[in-house]
């Protein structure tokens, strides 16, 4: 069975400064994918990041990153010079294989950004 | 490029009636996947369509039931509505293309409050 494990409901962090929200999975499908999502309080989920099972490198997005270490299953998102707008529900969610197929989400971490 | 639209964006109703809900996905994306999020339960997984094919299912009842048409475009419906189905309605899109990393992109979501 396919899981996601988010261990931070809430996290705090001043801006400007970096935050690492934690993620680890639980698969034994040799294919999957990695995806970060924000989610205001608008509701729609936004997405961030992706890194696939495959990749050699850890993923970047402006201000984003994801610390992809494979053999411990865990694919920790990193935000660097925080902004107050970051402040938003953050999930971590794994598809399996590379294409199509549902995504697994974990339970999210509450992000809140202060001056 | 427009992005994933969902409608109504909010809906009240009472028990025991029945609801639609529509989603368009992004132009040329040919995947569409439907998720319900609640406090208790989490972003739970309901239906993937692909090329106007159940590919999979998630754990809820026969109540819950969906359908994409040959645009793509996407409707779920709940019959006989519980207390219990009041969630926030996530509709996701991906492109599905050989060779391209298979990202969901999601709607705003329909809040639906039971009564």
């Known amino acids: 069975a396919q899981k996601i494990t988010q261990t931070q409901p809430g996290m705090f962090v001043q801006e400007k400064e970096a935050v690492t929200l934690d993620c680890t999975y639980d698969?034994?499908?040799?294919?999957?994918?990695l995806f970060w999502y924000k989610q205001p309080s608008s509701g729609e989920m936004i997405f961030l990041i992706y890194q696939g099972s495959y990749d050699q490198q850890n993923a970047t997005e402006g201000r984003y990153s994801l610390n992809f270490q494979k053999a411990r299953k865990s694919a920790n998102l990193v935000i660097s010079a925080s902004q107050l707008g970051d402040s938003a529900m953050y999930f971590c969610?794994?598809?399996?294989?590379?294409?199509?197929?549902?995504?697994?989400f974990g339970r999210g971490t509450q992000l809140t950004v202060w001056p | 490029k427009a992005g994933v639209t969902q409608t109504p964006r909010y809906l009240i109703k009472t028990r025991g009636q029945q609801v639609t809900l529509s989603c368009s996905p992004i132009?040329?994306?040919?995947?569409v996947s439907w998720y319900q999020q609640t406090p208790g339960q989490g972003l739970q997984f309901l239906f993937e369509?692909?090329?106007?094919?159940?590919?999979n299912k998630g754990n809820f009842p026969g109540r819950f039931s969906g359908r994409q048409f040959s645009n793509s475009r996407s409707e779920m419906n709940v019959s006989t509505l519980e207390l219990g189905d009041s969630a926030l309605y996530l509709c996701a899109s991906s492109l599905v293309a050989s060779g391209k990393t298979d990202t969901q992109y999601f709607g705003p979501g329909t809040r639906l409050t039971v009564l």
């Open positions: 132009s040329g994306h040919r995947s």
């Open positions: 969610a794994m598809r399996r294989g590379s294409t199509l197929g549902r995504l697994y």
């Open positions: 698969t034994s499908d040799p294919s999957y994918g």
């Open positions: 369509y692909f090329s106007e094919t159940q590919r």
